[in-house]
């Protein structure tokens, strides 16, 4: 078995240390706020299977950088706006990676802490596409 420099659990770790964490019910009061926008990084099956944040963007993980990037050309005008980004994915891992790349490359985002496993328990409001077939 190959041996790692870090391993995935470091990484999060470090990430977490350095990035702006939203708590879930915090996240939910934000939900109703204009000026934010939750960006959900999970896979196009995650949301069909568990729903979204109404209103929520998806960003694909594997795009993210490409997106934010005004450089880029798959740069996303949404992300010009003025607004605060707090991403999501299933569990808090993904996102806090996400955030902690954004942060180097000068993007200011923050990420919810826990995921949408927690925005679920809590009660937060949850969309379904309309094709959605559930579990």
Known sequence: ???LKLSSAQMVAA???R???IETEDAITMAADPGV???DIRDPRER?????IPGSFHAPRGMV????????PYFKA???EDKKFVFHCASGWRSALTVATLQDMGFDAA???HGFSSWERAGGPIEFPEDHKGT
């Open 1 to 3: 078995m190959r041996k």
């Open 15 to 17: 990430a977490r240390a």
């Open 19 to 21: 990035i702006e964490e």
């Open 37 to 39: 926008v939750f960006v």
């Open 48 to 52: 069909q299977r568990s729903g979204f």
């Open 65 to 72: 950088e490409f997106w934010i990037d005004p450089e880029s």
């Open 78 to 80: 949404i992300f010009a």
């Open 111 to 113: 990420h919810l802490k």
